[in-house]
């Protein structure tokens, strides 16, 4: 994170620099500077975001409104017919402008505040197995993610040596009171060996087992 900080600072210094080199009212200035504003988001975050690219917003929109007031220009200027009245080309444009807004609001807003937000399986799992009183055996080596987001003392099935180091030889031992974090294919060898077993919980790939009275 520092080292990013420092690049943006960097950049930013260089912008500056460069923006009060000339006549501060020279597009190049302008332009050198905001290049610096464009490049703090990309720097200061670990990844890319949607919201980084706001930045971009004002010279793309700069670009539009006088590509379309240009075009209008030169429509007028070359086609046979005036088929706008000069009065009303301010409303024309205001409403024009804020359908696309409209429009870029709509599509924008979910991907900068997104009303879902994805969940990895080995956090979802994690999460809901704490949220039973028995003793916690993991069965798969995310003990760190599944003791944090639990926030249960959770021992992993691979500790426990050769005589209950798998899910087959724990559920074949006299262990009782107790629930077991485990991938989805896994219970396949509790079916095969004829072990009775209860699935509390579920998701996308693991699953939470205990003995089945």
């Not at 905001?34 to 949607?50: D, H, M, N, Q, R």
């Not at 919201?51 to 004002?58: E, R």
């Not at 024309?92 to 399986?121: A, G, H, R």
């Amino acid at each position: 994170m520092k080292k990013h900080i420092l690049l943006f600072v960097l950049v930013l210094l260089f912008g500056f620099l460069f923006f009060f080199r000339l006549d501060w009212n020279t597009l190049a200035s302008w332009d050198e500077g905001w290049y610096a504003v464009l490049l703090g988001p990309f720097l200061l975050s670990e990844k890319t975001e949607i919201w980084h690219l706001i930045p971009v917003y004002p010279a793309l929109s700069l670009i539009i409104a006088v590509g379309s007031y240009e075009g209008m220009q030169f429509a007028r200027r070359h086609l046979p017919i005036n088929f706008i009245s000069k009065k009303i080309d301010n409303p024309l444009f205001i409403l024009f402008f804020t359908l696309i807004f409209i429009v870029q609001i709509k599509v924008l807003f979910p991907e900068v505040f997104p009303s879902s937000y994805y969940i990895p399986d080995q956090v979802d799992i994690s999460k809901r197995a704490g949220k039973y009183s028995q003793t916690i055996y993991l069965d798969d080596d995310f003990l760190p993610i599944a003791s944090f987001y639990s926030g249960k003392n959770i021992i992993q099935l691979s500790s426990l040596g050769v005589e209950k180091g798998t899910m087959l030889k724990f559920f074949q031992s006299d262990e009782k009171n107790f629930i077991m974090i485990t991938r989805n294919w896994a219970v396949n060898s509790l079916d095969k060996a004829g072990i009775p077993y209860k699935i509390l919980v579920k998701d996308n790939s693991f699953s939470i087992v205990t003995r089945s009275n």
